[in-house]
């Protein structure tokens, strides 16, 4: 994760062998076709994106009262996407220049900067997830959480892992000299670190976070369909889109950690070869999903733009405020119908055999 945000149009040493032997990610200029792409990939992320998230964070800090769970949340996600999306101008002057002119510092802090920002966004999505899953599972534990001071520590908590969890990147980021050329690289010292590095990010910065996420939703998505209760809540709708289109953008880049990890572990040379073909695909979709959620807000909030005009967005944040008691009410739902079947049952029970509440020596009376 904390390379996604590695130079785009740039190729690793075409030679696998010297990658393992030097263990050292050497960029090398790729074709003028190759850089083009990736200028135009990061320009349209980054002319989408600063302005869009930096709409959102105006919107819910000027026009947004009442700033929900749900809110804070989305606040939070458009301040990690515009962390990254403000590293662009470094990565768009190495893919006109050909070379890193920026220093080792700036080389690894705009790497770590993009590492704590996409840490940030996982559990701040993770964390959506388990908010709703506990409305709709402990209602009563979700009021005690839903609380400003609470819900700050949490997402305080949350920047504070995303920081100590990109670290790796301080460690094995830095400036060195490739064919003449000073180039911000992926150092590793031997393969072990490599695989340690991949692994460790796609654990911490996938794996975990989403199985967490896909088990809250399969959870809520039951007992949905156990109480069939249907809600048009838009703002679940919209948080469902965030899920979906944040794993869109970073499987591909996941899948090509492992492919990597895969080819060092079994010593597989088509393995590595197919990771670093793909790398520079899946590095662009993850550096585009910075610019995604403003795109979605529009949509979702495209009923309100011919009401509100500007304020569109606002309508679709101030919606969150109605989303706690929808969630209670499907968790209220289900324990009416817990009641009514326990009663139902009672009432079987009683109205069983007789014989079933005799003793024994009545039961025997009436055997003979």
């Not at 458009?78 to 470094?90: G, H, N």
């Not at 990890?261 to 597989?268: N, T």
Request: glycine share 6%; proline share 4%.
């Amino acid at each position: 994760m904390t390379e996604a945000y590695t130079t785009f149009g740039w190729t690793t040493i075409s030679s696998v062998n010297s990658i393992f032997t030097n263990s050292t990610q050497a960029p090398v200029p790729s074709s003028g076709k190759s850089a083009s792409l990736g200028i135009a990939f990061l320009s349209i992320a980054f002319i989408i994106g600063f302005p869009g998230n930096a709409f959102v964070i105006w919107t819910i800090l000027t026009r947004i009262k009442k700033r929900t769970v749900t809110c804070l949340l989305i606040l939070h996600l458009a301040i990690a996407d515009i962390f990254v999306l403000l590293t662009a101008p470094f990565f768009l002057h190495v893919l006109g220049s050909g070379r890193w002119i920026f220093g080792n510092i700036i080389c690894k802090m705009c790497y770590y900067i993009s590492g704590v920002s996409m840490y940030a966004s996982i559990f701040l999505i993770m964390f959506m997830s388990m908010d709703r899953f506990l409305a709709v599972a402990k209602p009563f534990t979700s009021q005690k959480i839903r609380t400003k001071p609470v819900v700050r520590g949490i997402i305080a908590s949350i920047w504070l892992l995303a920081s100590l969890l990109a670290s790796t990147t301080l460690f094995y980021r830095t400036v060195k000299n490739m064919s003449g050329l000073l180039q911000c690289v992926t150092y590793h010292n031997s393969p072990k670190h490599m695989v340690f590095q991949y692994t460790f990010e796609t654990l911490t910065g996938f794996i975990i976070p989403f199985t967490i996420i896909v088990s809250c939703y399969v959870y809520i998505g039951l007992r949905l369909r156990t109480v069939k209760f249907q809600t048009k809540q838009k703002t679940s709708h919209l948080v469902i889109m965030i899920i979906v289109t944040f794993a869109l953008f970073w499987i591909p880049y996941q899948v090509v950690n492992m492919l990597q990890v895969s080819g060092e572990i079994f010593s597989s040379q088509n393995l590595t070869k197919a990771a670093l073909k793909a790398r520079n695909n899946a590095i662009a979709l993850a550096f585009l999903s910075s610019s995604a959620n403003p795109i979605l807000y529009v949509f979702a909030g495209g009923n309100f733009i011919r009401t509100a005009g500007v304020g569109f967005m606002a309508k679709l944040f101030e919606g969150t405020a109605n989303e706690p008691s929808s969630l209670r009410k499907i968790s209220q739902v289900f324990r009416q119908k817990s009641h009514a079947e326990s009663a139902e049952l009672e009432k079987c029970v009683d109205k069983g055999d007789p014989s079933d509440h005799m003793l024994p020596n009545q039961q025997a009376d009436l055997r003979d």
